[in-house]
């Protein structure tokens, strides 16, 4: 199959290459400019550097255990967000006029910078793997119950009503008709929550210098160990882009086919 | 108002039902005493403009519409919401999208509590039923829109109801497949005996189908006539071209013709009001 | 689940009702909390107080000085994260191939911790306000860039064929037809983008400044003064929600008749 040049980096598989070409080719040009004095070296380590620096630091600074203990601390926190906030989803759901007198603060917390509440969170659980998991879980929550109120909301009437000329009784409903209509959104909800739960994770992991891989960004730098800590940022970046892209994955393999 | 002569063996009994809704303009009466009878293994169909009500009876007959004047009954039972003997088939798309075909059509065998085996084993036969053998572990999606409605149609079926509440299923449908699963609906009726009840907009339908055919005022809907049809059983599709077919269809067009036009002069003068 | 209708004016009454005892449970609970003395002292602080530290703060000049500092940081982070966002949005939804070739990049890089970039930006900036700013930028950065590249793919394209039509320049094209085509879609991105650059702004103050509402907040935590702390969480919530509703607003109201 022959393709012209043009059609090749026009296409999308073609116009990524291209894309990682430039990123290459603007670090190669930050490379230059360091070795030839036009960027202080002290500021910006060189690249190569860089680079040289991330085997380093997964020899010698126990990335794979700091990984692990990220890792747990997500988890809780996915394990809170599921159980309190599909939860919590439901009963507002279930109660209409609860639902209505709630749904705008679940919203404003959405919108609040729930995590600047860490500094009280160390207050009243410490400096300690569960203040982390805590604030992962209070920033991931909001979403997680209004896409579960979406989903439940969202329900096709047609289909509650040939559940109700079926007669179903209110559990059969709920487990039958409701709960698998609205699981889609409630997936959608559960990752984003997770998502928020983890950026929150590792930042306060960063700013309280307890935890894993945070933790790891932080020592580096109060040991103005620069490329080191370059390296550290540049594989924390890389591992929440997977993290995000494998939720992604999941959560589009779990949705019901619909 | 036209009532039908009272039959003693009917098994759905309309009796002066009307509707008034209350809507931000005020009271509106959607249905105005319309009494009707339905015996045994008959195929009625309600034809009429839209906004006659139509919808409103299907509703009112399936018990998701409460508070209206006048009684139903089911083989001499008066039904307070949904009745077991009724089942209910929807205009719009109402297969559950996360079930495959047999699980979609097993589903009043789960809700009476039929164990797993069993049912699926009697849902398969509904599904053969109604031509889509091979299709069970299909996923809705993977359908068009009517197979999907044969999905509804084979689910309701299941349930064995004494009654079949149809309420435009067809409507989304092209005129070909409508006529052809038209046909199908109608050889499943005649093997089942399956008293049907049909509403319908669709003049070719209600005649190709219906044993007897009732046709609706504009609002407030009122039972304007009622037409025999006496065409053979068994009929196919092939009757749409046969002389007595276009005569049905001339008469009660006579009638739907004028309940149209209001129904169109209606919306005319509604929009009219709003843009001013 | 049936629903019987209730009137407007009963609904309305029965929601403030809800949300009424709702609130009135969690502050009689916080008060018992408060006086039982379960937890060690001042970590649930009696809601008077609260109260008595909210008023403190709020006839406070030096924390004027320091809301300002911080009000300052952002609104500069927001002003030059908004441009570079818009700039780099608009560039991308106009343009397939660039789109194709760098979008997915802040797609990834979007959702991703930004505080950890702060060591970086304090050696780019120093430890002053620029720093902070930095944070702020690199925050409302994604979410403006992501929605506008987004808003421009949406614009129907008949509009930019009646401003083609028209021979506008570019700069015309962006400021009078892309531009007010794309007014819901980056409203929403800079909303989000302020949400972000708060976040983003004073977590960088609570690590390293002395200056700003970051700062008075891991103040009071290093003098464990709880009700000062609480007094600013909750000025800074109250502020925070505010300033989302209003550009939420904006961004629905004067819709236009086309909305």
């Given at each position: 199959m022959t393709m012209s040049a043009k059609g090749f980096w026009t296409s999308t598989p073609g116009?990524?290459?291209?894309?990682?070409?430039?990123?290459l080719a603007v670090l190669g040009v930050v490379e230059a400019a360091i070795r030839a004095d036009i960027v202080n070296a002290f500021i910006v380590p060189l690249p190569s550097q860089i680079a040289a620096a991330i085997p380093r630091i997964v020899a010698e600074e126990n990335v794979l255990y700091r990984f692990w203990q990220t890792t747990q601390e997500i988890f809780a926190a996915s394990v809170l967000l599921a159980l309190v906030g599909v939860g919590l989803g439901v009963l507002l759901y279930s109660f209409r006029t609860l639902r209505l007198a709630c749904e705008t603060w679940v919203a404003a917390l959405a919108a609040a910078p729930v995590v600047l509440m860490y500094p009280l969170f160390?207050?009243?659980?410490?400096?300690?793997?569960?203040?982390?998991?805590?604030?992962?879980?209070?920033?991931?929550?909001?979403?997680?119950?209004?896409?579960?109120?979406?989903g439940l909301a969202g329900v096709r009437p047609v289909l509650i009503d040939v559940g109700r000329?079926?007669?179903?009784?209110?559990?059969?409903?709920?487990?039958?008709?409701?709960?698998?209509?609205?699981?889609?959104?409630?997936f959608v909800g559960l990752r984003l929550g997770l998502v928020f739960a983890m950026i929150n994770i590792v930042g306060v992991e960063f700013l309280i210098n307890f935890g894993g891989l945070g933790q790891l960004i932080n020592d580096l730098a109060e040991r103005y160990d620069l490329p080191g800590t370059y390296a550290a940022i540049c594989f924390v970046v890389a591992i929440s882009i997977v993290f995000y892209v494998m939720t992604g994955k999941v959560e589009r393999r779990l949705r019901p086919h619909q | 108002m036209m009532a039908t002569p009272a039959q003693a063996d009917a098994l759905l009994r309309v009796e002066h039902v009307s509707k008034t809704f209350a809507t931000p303009d005020g009271p509106v009466k959607a249905v105005d005493d319309v009494s009707f009878n339905v015996a045994p293994g008959q195929f009625v169909s309600i034809i009429g403009p839209s906004g006659c009500g139509k919808s409103t009876v299907f509703n009112i007959l399936g018990g998701l519409l409460g508070d209206y004047e006048g009684r139903v009954t089911v083989a001499g039972e008066t039904?307070?919401?949904?009745?077991?003997?009724?089942?209910?088939?929807?205009?719009?798309?109402?297969?559950?999208?996360?079930?495959?075909?047999?699980?979609?059509?097993?589903?009043?065998?789960?809700i009476a509590g039929v164990p797993k085996t069993e049912r699926l084993e009697q849902a398969a036969h509904f599904v053969q039923m109604v031509g889509l053998h091979g299709f069970e572990r299909r996923y809705p999606a993977e359908l068009s829109g009517g197979m999907r409605q044969r999905v509804a149609i084979a689910r309701t079926l299941a349930s064995k109801p004494r009654i079949l509440l149809m309420d435009e299923p067809f409507a989304a449908l092209d005129e070909q497949t409508r006529l052809l699963l038209g046909d199908k609906v109608l050889q499943i009726q005649q093997a089942l005996q399956q008293t049907t009840l049909l509403i319908t907009h669709n003049l070719t339908e209600a005649v190709q189908l219906s044993?007897?055919?009732?046709?609706?005022?504009?609002r407030p809907g009122r039972l304007k006539r009622v037409v025999d049809i006496d065409l053979a059983h068994p009929r196919d599709s092939e009757v749409v071209s046969s002389d007595a077919f276009g005569h049905?269809?001339?008469?009660?067009?006579?009638?739907?013709?004028?309940?149209?036009?209001?129904?169109?002069q209606d919306a005319e003068s509604q929009a009219l009001h709003r843009t001013r | 689940m049936s629903a019987t209708r209730k009137s407007a004016p009963v609904l309305r009454r029965n929601l403030w009702l809800v949300r009424g005892a709702i609130v009135g449970t969690i502050l009689v609970a916080w008060e018992a909390l408060a006086a039982s003395g379960l937890l060690f002292r001042d970590v649930v602080p009696s809601l008077r107080a609260i109260g008595v530290a909210v008023q403190r703060l709020l006839v406070n000049p030096d924390f004027y000085a320091n809301l300002g500092a911080t009000a300052w940081e952002i609104g500069v982070a927001m002003l030059i994260g908004t441009l570079l966002g818009l700039?780099?949005?608009?560039?991308?939804?106009?343009?397939?191939?660039?789109?194709?070739?760098?979008?997915?990049?802040?797609?990834?890089?979007?959702?991703?911790p930004?505080?950890?970039?702060?060591?970086?930006?304090?050696?780019?900036?120093?430890?002053?306000?620029?720093?902070?700013?930095?944070?702020?930028?690199?925050?409302?950065?994604?979410?403006?860039?992501?929605?506008?590249?987004?808003g421009m793919r949406d614009i129907d394209r008949v509009l930019i064929r009646v401003g083609r039509s028209f021979r506008a320049s570019t700069w015309q094209m962006v400021t009078k037809v892309y531009l007010p085509a794309m007014r819901a879609p980056i409203l929403n991105g800079i909303r989000l983008g302020l949400g972000v650059a708060i976040i983003g702004t004073l977590l960088a103050e609570t690590k390293l400044s002395n200056r700003g509402v970051g700062y008075l907040i891991i103040q009071a935590y290093a003098t464990f003064d709880m009700p000062r702390m609480y007094a600013l969480l909750i000025v800074l919530f109250v502020l925070s929600i505010g300033a989302n509703a209003v550009i939420g607003r904006l961004g629905r109201g004067r819709a236009g008749p086309a909305a």
């Open positions: 116009a990524r290459i291209f894309g990682l070409l430039v990123t160390l207050v009243i659980f410490g400096r300690s793997a569960t203040t982390i998991v805590m604030i992962g879980f209070a920033a991931g929550i909001a979403p997680v119950i209004l896409k579960t109120v979406e000329s079926f007669r179903v009784s209110p559990a059969q409903q709920f487990r039958l008709i409701l709960l698998p209509a609205a699981l889609s959104s409630v | 039904i307070k919401g949904t009745h077991p003997a009724i089942g209910m088939v929807f205009q719009e798309e109402s297969t559950f999208p996360w079930r495959t075909v047999v699980e979609n059509v097993a589903f009043p065998l789960e044993d007897r055919v009732l046709v609706m005022t504009y049905y269809v001339a008469e009660i067009w006579h009638d739907l013709r004028e309940e149209a036009s209001r129904g169109i | 700039a780099v949005g608009i560039l991308l939804g106009a343009n397939r191939f660039l789109s194709r070739a760098f979008e997915s990049l802040l797609l990834y890089l979007g959702p991703t930004k505080i950890i970039f702060f060591p970086v930006m304090i050696m780019w900036f120093g430890v002053g306000a620029g720093s902070k700013i930095a944070m702020g930028v690199v925050s409302c950065f994604f979410p403006v860039a992501i929605s506008a590249a987004a």
